[in-house]
Structures are given as structure tokens and as C-alpha cells.
């Protein structure tokens, strides 16, 4: 053979193997709508980053039963309607396990997070320990996490960030250093799409929801008990697209929200320890605890036909934060109906309404055995009208709110420490509920 024929059969070679090496490269990524296995043996993806990584539009993961200590990232719209499930409908059996995970040397923030990625849907799976949270997702239009189970997280359960749209459903949030599921910063819309939260179960929470700036939300047909507390829509500073408005609570249980996570006995800290501190004062804001529902500055939610009971503090509140920039933090046109309070006197909340005085056109109406938190100064029809508030009540307008109400509410939230909140409880002991148990952390207050 000649030199010459020599080299044209080398680089024969040298092609095929190089458009081998292409097709090879090529089959590692996804077809649009292609399924994926993951496992630990015998599936072409050990890991579920690896199945993300090779993943486009409309594909689904199948992940099979065992732990997977990993953080799992899905980036940018080449991913959207992304589907990631655990093969079995048991959630138990798929674990993502955040102690010791790791994502490029530092600990694993998430189970798993979605960023920018639209619809996409989580199901079947657990996610526990993680330095953050368990699932989260931002800056999407729709997603669905479904038959989840999310534990002592550091910060929340199921998070959901500047998204438009989406359901959690099916799921079960304890253990979180903040809330069980959230859902924060919704994007003002003309034409609003509805966040749906339904089926839920959470407890031992510091928060069992908590929602910063959140919008069209509906809260509904779920179970929020043992928690400090139950459900805290809120308006603040520290997140876009103030307030927190247009949205419902309905048609949940919300009950025995006693968790006093301050006591050092409590398996739960709170992440963020607080509120932050009233201006001019060493003086730290906590959330209260012993509440079932708090509207902390929102506009035009709607409290209607749940069962709240069993909270030694208050029902549910509404307030004001007269700290926030601007003013946006005043409640208004807020409307507590048609709720059972007190479950029919056998298992009462301390009070069942406390309103801090402040904003305007807060009403109450229909609410079976309510009681109200008096004010010395401000008479109840001006603090608790009747559903439409007549022009001039429910609220003085201002932020503050009625001085005794404020005065009341400020000696509370900053008591110090904060475990001392416990002090003013009105405690008993509570009549059995399904298959719930109250929870009390052991350990004296101080009082």
C-alpha cells in the first residue's frame, strides 16, 4: 500500500470514529418529551441532575425508590413542562436528602429549584435537611408540586417566588425553620391567574403558611395545627410587588397553633429571628404565636367559612406594620365570614378576633361564637364592623391603629425573650380532633 492510500485510510478512520463520537454525544440529550429512569442500578442515570442535565421540554423523569443526596438545579425554559416524579405514589420512598449534599463544595440549598422554568411539575418525592429549602421555584408562569413531603428544612417546605400561576396540592410541610409551603412576591396582573394551595398538612412549624407580597392566592380544604402560626399572609419591605392582597382563605382546619419554637426543647428555630427591630429601639418583632390566621398589612383578603379553634392567643388578627416604606403595609377591606370559631365552645381560642385598630374597612360578619379583643379607647363597632364596613370603620385609617390595640400588640411581639410569649396564653387542654394530637414543647417559659 502506498504512503498515499495509507493516509487516506487513516483519515477514513479518524471520520468515522469522530461522527461515531457525534452520535454518541448527540443520544445523551433528551428527545422533546422523551421519559428518563433514574436509579441506583441498572438505569441510564444514577443521579437526578444527570437525568436533568440530559432533559428538554415536555420530558419526564422517572426517579425509582431510594435516597439521593444531591441539590437538584433545573435552568432556564429548555426545561419547560419538565416533569419529575417518584415512581411510587408512597412519597417516602424517594428521599432527597440535603445532609450532606453538595452543589459545586457548598452545601445544597434545595432539594430541588426550578429557575425559569415554566410549568414544571414535582411529584411523588420527599425532600428533608436541606441549608434552605425542600422544592422551590422562581420566576415561572404555572408549576405543580403535588404528594410531597417536605421536613425540617432550614427556611420553607414548598416555596414558590415571583411566579404566576401554579398549584401545591397532596403535600405535607413540618419541621421548617420559616413556613410549610409560601408562596411570595406574585407579579401584579390584569387578567390574574389563580395560586391554588389545597389538600395541605402542616404543623411544627414556625409558620404553617407565610406568604410575602403574595397575590390571587387560594388557601383551601387543609389542615394548619401546631405551628406558631396557622396561615400570615404579610406585606413587607424585603420582597417586590407590595402588598399582599386579593386572595382567599377557605375552608381549612386551623387549630392548636401553640408551637412555642423560642423554648430550647423545640426541634424547630426560627431562620430569620424575627421581624427585624422597631426604629430607635433594641426592641426585635416576632411573629406572634398561639394565632390561627394573621393578615399583617394586606389588602382585600377574604377569611371565610373555616375552622378555627384551639389557639391561645387569638383566632385570627389583623394588623398593620407602621414601619414599612411608603405605607403599603396598612390592612384594609380585609373580611373575616362565616367562620366556625371555638369549636362550638368545646375547644375555644383564647379570643377568637384581635384588630390592632388600624387601616379601614375590616369587617367581620357571620362568624359562629365570636369573640372580640376590646380596646379602652376605640369603640368595637368602629374595631369590628359588620361585612360591608360602613364608610369610616373598620380602622382609623392610619397605620398604628388604636393606641391600646397597638400598645397591646407591641408588648407582645417584642416580649423578651421571646419564649415569653407563651405567658399570656390562654391555655387548656383540647377535646380529641381526627387522628391530631396536640403538640406542646416542653420547658418553662419564665413567666
Not at 422517572?62 to 437538584?72: I, L
Not at 416524579?85 to 450532606?100: E, I, P, S
Not at 418583632?285 to 398561639?290: A, K, M
Request: glycine residues 12%.
Amino acid at each position: 500500500m502506498s504512503r498515499s492510500m495509507g493516509l487516506r485510510a487513516g483519515t477514513l478512520v479518524v471520520a468515522v470514529a469522530a461522527a461515531a463520537m457525534l452520535v454518541s454525544a448527540g443520544s445523551a440529550f433528551a428527545k422533546k418529551g422523551e421519559t428518563l429512569e433514574v436509579c441506583k442500578h441498572g438505569c441510564n442515570h444514577r443521579t437526578i441532575q444527570d437525568a436533568v442535565d440530559d432533559s428538554g421540554k415536555k420530558a419526564t423523569i422517572n426517579v425509582h425508590p431510594g435516597t439521593y443526596r444531591e441539590g437538584v438545579v433545573v435552568r432556564g425554559h429548555r426545561h419547560d413542562r419538565l416533569t419529575i416524579k417518584g415512581t411510587k405514589k408512597n412519597a417516602k420512598k424517594v428521599l432527597l436528602q440535603g445532609k450532606n449534599a453538595r452543589v459545586e463544595g457548598q452545601p445544597a440549598q434545595n432539594g430541588i429549584e426550578g429557575d425559569h422554568v415554566d410549568g414544571l411539575r414535582i411529584l411523588n418525592m420527599t425532600a428533608s435537611n436541606y441549608a434552605a429549602n425542600g422544592f422551590h421555584v422562581h420566576e415561572c408562569d404555572g408549576y405543580l408540586m403535588k404528594n410531597l413531603r417536605a421536613s425540617f428544612n432550614r427556611a420553607y417546605g414548598l416555596f414558590a417566588f415571583d411566579c404566576v400561576g401554579g398549584r401545591m396540592t397532596k403535600s405535607v410541610g413540618f419541621g421548617q425553620g420559616d413556613s410549610a409551603f409560601y408562596v411570595g412576591a406574585t407579579p401584579t396582573q390584569k387578567n390574574p391567574e389563580v395560586t391554588k394551595l389545597d389538600h395541605l398538612d402542616a404543623h411544627e412549624n414556625v409558620l404553617g403558611y407565610s406568604g410575602t407580597n403574595s397575590k390571587y392566592v387560594k388557601i383551601t380544604k387543609s389542615n394548619y395545627y401546631n405551628n406558631g402560626v396557622g396561615i400570615v399572609p404579610n406585606t413587607l419591605d424585603s420582597e417586590p410587588f407590595e402588598p399582599s392582597a386579593a386572595s382567599v382563605i377557605q375552608k381549612n382546619n386551623i387549630f392548636w397553633n401553640n408551637f412555642n419554637y423560642f423554648l430550647p426543647a423545640s426541634r424547630v428555630q426560627t431562620v430569620s429571628n424575627g421581624l427585624g427591630t422597631i426604629p430607635g429601639t433594641d426592641l426585635t418583632v416576632q411573629f406572634p404565636t398561639g394565632v390561627g390566621v394573621v393578615l399583617l398589612g394586606t389588602d382585600s383578603w377574604i377569611v371565610r367559612n373555616n375552622n378555627i379553634f384551639g389557639n391561645f392567643k387569638w383566632g385570627a388578627a389583623v394588623l398593620s406594620d407602621p414601619f414599612n416604606e411608603g405605607d403599603q403595609a396598612i390592612s384594609v377591606n380585609n373580611q373575616f365570614i362565616d367562620n366556625q370559631m371555638g369549636r362550638q365552645g368545646t375547644d375555644t381560642n383564647a379570643v377568637d378576633f384581635f384588630s390592632q385598630g388600624s387601616g379601614s374597612g375590616n369587617c367581620f360578619s357571620g362568624n359562629v361564637s365570636s369573640t372580640f379583643d376590646p380596646s379602652s379607647t376605640m369603640p368595637d363597632a368602629q374595631l369590628y364592623p359588620g361585612c360591608p364596613a360602613p364608610a369610616g370603620t373598620g380602622g382609623n385609617g392610619n397605620s398604628t391603629g388604636d393606641d391600646t390595640q397597638f400598645g397591646d400588640l407591641a408588648g407582645y411581639v417584642t416580649s423578651d425573650p421571646p419564649q415569653k410569649q407563651q405567658c399570656s396564653w390562654t391555655v387548656h387542654d383540647h377535646p380529641s380532633f381526627k387522628k391530631y394530637r396536640p403538640l406542646m414543647v416542653e420547658g418553662d417559659p419564665g413567666c
